[in-house]
C-alpha cells in the first residue's frame, strides 16, 4: 500500500542541499500537497526549468529516486 504524504515530509527524506533546494523551489504550500512517493513529490513540486538548478539537476535526482 502506498503512503501518501506532504511535499515537505518527502522532501526530508532528501540529503542536503537537495532537502533545502526543493523546498525552496516549491512556491505552493508544500505541506498541504500530497504525493506517494518521493519520486513524484519531486517531479510535482515546483517546476524544474524555473529553478536555480535547472532541469538536467533536478532529472538527474528524480532518476535516482524512480
Do not use: H
Request: aromatic share 16%.
Amino acid at each position: 500500500m502506498k503512503e501518501f504524504k506532504s511535499l515537505t515530509s518527502w522532501y526530508n527524506e532528501l540529503p542536503e542541499p537537495m532537502k533545502s533546494e526543493a523546498i525552496e523551489n516549491c512556491k505552493r504550500n508544500p505541506d498541504t500537497i500530497v504525493a506517494d512517493s518521493l519520486y513524484s513529490a519531486i517531479l510535482v513540486g515546483f517546476m524544474w526549468t524555473t529553478s536555480k538548478q535547472g532541469y538536467q539537476y533536478w532529472n538527474n535526482i528524480s532518476k535516482k529516486y524512480n
